[in-house]
């Protein structure tokens, strides 16, 4: 299940949520996508690859906004609460730069101590249920909520390339904000950990991969029009440096996901990556 956090943490947090049950792959592939992510983890541990590097994770983890596809590998049976932030969504709760974070996810004892993590575990497992849970970690991310200098401006600047879907000049973001083009890309690096270049192009890429029914016959030339690329060339580019896979390839694995496990929750973005 999952719902909308109230104000203020809406502006943040796109949605908090809980997760029990058989993942329907071992493993798992999360192309990068525009948003940022927290897992309170309440089972067994899970694995995540990010790069070359892979990690084990019993509390948890906290990530900002990746640059390349993750490998996440689950346990036969998983548990967790947390919440799909918005690409600076982590940045107020955070003690490090984003930058940090990006492509290397970090425990949530690394980000919040040892003490309070165990704690917030504690109270998250002893809830009367998920609507209770999603109530608590709300109420330590308000808790825990800080000013933070140049969020504003990253905020409105980031809107304005999601409402163009990245297809938007860097020059002219930074143009339309009043600032330098140095300064734009400090603080997206400090608040979003990547640049606003990369955001946009991770948010084109995005759009374009939301935009393909795999149920349906797809014109690719089309869709790669539609979505700003330069020709169907470029577009099959990009979706190899996101996924690791062509066109073809990856509508093969999102049909597999649908053949195999129709209405899923996890079906729409993650794919089976064994």
């Known amino acids: 299940m999952s719902r909308v956090p109230r104000p203020p943490l809406d ?51 906290v990530a900002t906004m990746p640059t390349r ?61 998920p609507r209770e849970m999603l109530t608590l ?8 909520l800080r000013e933070t200098p140049g969020l504003g401006l990253v905020r409105h600047t980031s809107g304005v390339i999601a409402a163009r879907n990245g297809a938007v000049p860097v020059g ?30 991770t948010r084109r890429f995005a759009a374009a991969m939301l935009a393909i029914d795999p149920a349906g016959p797809i014109d690719w030339g089309e869709l790669a029009g539609g979505a700003g690329y330069f020709d169907q060339a470029h577009f099959g580019h990009e979706f190899r440096a996101f996924t690791g896979l062509t066109p073809t390839r990856y509508l093969e694995v999102r049909r597999r996901f649908l053949r195999e496990h129709p209405g899923h929750a996890l079906e729409g973005w993650p794919l089976p990556a064994d």
């Open 11 to 61: 502006g943040l947090i796109d949605d908090l949520y809980y997760l029990e049950g058989a993942p329907p792959y071992a493993r798992l592939t999360l192309p990068p996508a525009p948003s940022a992510l927290l897992i309170v983890n309440l089972g067994a541990p899970f694995r995540i690859r990010a790069g070359a590097e892979t990690a084990e994770y019993a509390d948890g983890c």
């Open 69 to 129: 596809a993750w490998d996440f590998g689950y346990p036969p049976w998983t548990r967790s609460v947390g919440a799909h932030a918005k690409p600076w969504g982590l940045a107020p709760f955070l003690p490090m730069p984003a930058a940090e974070l990006s492509d290397r996810p970090v425990t949530v004892e690394q980000v919040w101590g040892r003490s309070a993590t165990a704690e917030l575990r504690d109270r998250l497992a002893a809830a009367a249920g």
């Open 137 to 144: 970690l709300e109420q330590e991310l308000t808790r825990r």
């Open 172 to 201: 002219e973001l930074s143009e339309a904000a009043g600032v330098s083009g140095t300064h734009l890309a400090q603080r997206f690096k400090e608040l979003i950990g990547v640049t606003p270049k990369r955001l946009a192009r």
